[in-house]
Each structure stands twice: as C-alpha cells, then as structure tokens.
Nanobody, 122 residues
Framework: QVQVVESGGGLVQPGGSLRLSCEAS????????MSWYRQAPGKQRELVATIKSAGGTEYVESVKGRFTISRGNAKTTVYLQMSSLKSEDTAVYYC????????????????WGQGTQVTVSS
C-alpha cells in the first residue's frame, strides 16, 4: 500500500514565504514524477509544479520565479518553496505522485495526498 502525506500549510501574509512538504511511503517500486496541484474555492484544480525522475521541472506561468519545487535525497519527498506569496495563491495544495507500486511494477498510476490549506491574507 502507498501513502502520500503533505504538511506545511498555514496562514501567511502577502509577500511572505511558506514551504510545503510531501512524502510518499509504502510499497513503491519506482517514481516517475512528483507534482503539486492547487484548488481555490470555485475553481478547477490546476497543476502548479512538477519534478520528474531525471530532475526536470515545470511550473505554471503564474508561479515562475516565486515557487521552487525540489526533492529530498531519498527521492520520495518533494518540497514546494513558495515566496512572494499573493492572495491569489490561496488554495488547498495537493501532492501528486506518479509511481509504480511493488505489486504492479510496470503500471504507473497517480496517488494523491489529502491536501493542505494555504491562506495568504493580511
């Protein structure tokens, strides 16, 4: 069984910084990519940033230059460093891990965390 757990959300003032963490654990054979999504009230969930197994990263245009995605040494942890936060960054942030479990090592699927709230407000 695979678990994905996020942490690090909270309330921050505009212009402030926050770091989100996400750890995948359990019976994992391989990870292809780790991503952060967010969903604001009344809006669709959007992809914020992705880091792939080879290290390549992608960002949605609205966070480029402000957010940085990175992995831990064990490659099962992903971080999202958020700086210069704006009110429009307020959302529930979800960690997504595209991985193959030990039970089916040739089949990759998406696993989601429970989400962590980020609120940017003065």
């Amino acid at each position: 069984q695979v678990q994905v757990v996020e942490s690090g959300g909270g309330l921050v003032q505009p212009g402030g910084s926050l770091r989100l963490s996400c750890e995948a654990s359990g019976s994992i054979f391989a990870i292809y990519a780790m991503s952060w999504y967010r969903q604001a009230p009344g809006k669709q969930r959007e992809l914020v940033a992705t880091i792939k197994s080879a290290g390549g990263t992608e960002y949605v245009e609205s966070v480029k230059g402000r957010f940085t995605i990175s992995r831990g040494n064990a490659k099962t942890t992903v971080y999202l460093q958020m700086s210069s936060l704006k009110s429009e960054d307020t959302a529930v942030y979800y960690c997504n891990v595209n991985l193959a479990p030990l039970s089916t090592p040739s089949f990759y699927d998406d696993y989601w965390g429970q989400g962590t709230q980020v609120t940017v407000s003065s």
